[in-house]
């Protein structure tokens, strides 16, 4: 979800949410997930900053991990492009105006509006698998969110920005900040881009049986 509302998500929602997804899998019990979440205040102050690196132009932080392969090959090539075009087509973006492009990009930044916000780290020494656990934490997380009435947006844009986001909230140097999460309850007069497209069965599975 990429707007929402300013209506406040209850602390007790948020507790009751991240209670339940610690029992998301994890190899050898690690749960390498290191959780901040942030509202009020603390939200603002980050998002503040965030904007005024926005609107300064000042470059991104150097990236510590790599998000996408920088060749990526096919199908996985032609997913990317083909969801840039639908996203950007459904807000009346052409590919070639990248201001406008950049301009859409920095609600990542303001969290799409939202009023509560969630920021994964994991630990430098951890290795693959544990990102994977990760992973299966964060989306435990939402849709437990969404049995909540809430919606959410995993963002790995945040770290982008991730020194604006240790100034805020101190983590530990052992940390790496993986993703941000927007969380909040979604603005229907928000003219949503639609959802990306999933290949088909057969492109992604592979059954193995007597048939």
Request: with cysteine.
């Amino acid at each position: 979800m990429r707007g929402f509302t300013d209506r406040e998500v209850p602390r007790e929602v948020l507790e009751r949410v991240l209670s339940a997804a610690a029992w998301a899998p994890s190899g050898s019990n690690l749960q390498p997930w290191n959780a901040y979440v942030l509202t009020g205040g603390p939200l603002a102050e980050l998002k503040k900053r965030a904007g005024e690196r926005v609107a300064s132009g000042d470059a991104w932080d150097e990236p510590e991990y790599e998000q996408y392969p920088p060749a990526l090959k096919s199908p996985y090539r032609e997913r990317q492009f083909a969801f840039g075009e639908q996203r950007y087509g459904a807000l009346g973006i052409q590919r070639e105006d990248l201001e406008a492009r950049q301009r859409a990009a920095s609600a990542n930044w303001d969290c799409f509006g939202a009023p509560a916000a969630l920021f994964c780290y994991v630990d430098r020494d951890l290795g693959r698998p544990q990102w994977s656990d990760a992973g299966m934490f964060l989306q435990t997380v939402m849709l437990l969110l969404r049995a909540e009435g809430l919606h959410s947006c995993a963002q790995m844009s945040w770290a982008k920005y991730r020194k604006t986001v240790a100034e805020v909230l101190s983590p530990p140097d052992d940390l790496m900040l993986f993703c941000g999460m927007s969380i909040g309850y979604q603005d229907v007069t928000v003219d949503h881009t639609p959802r990306a497209d999933r290949a088909p069965l057969d492109e992604t599975v592979t059954f193995v049986d007597d048939r």
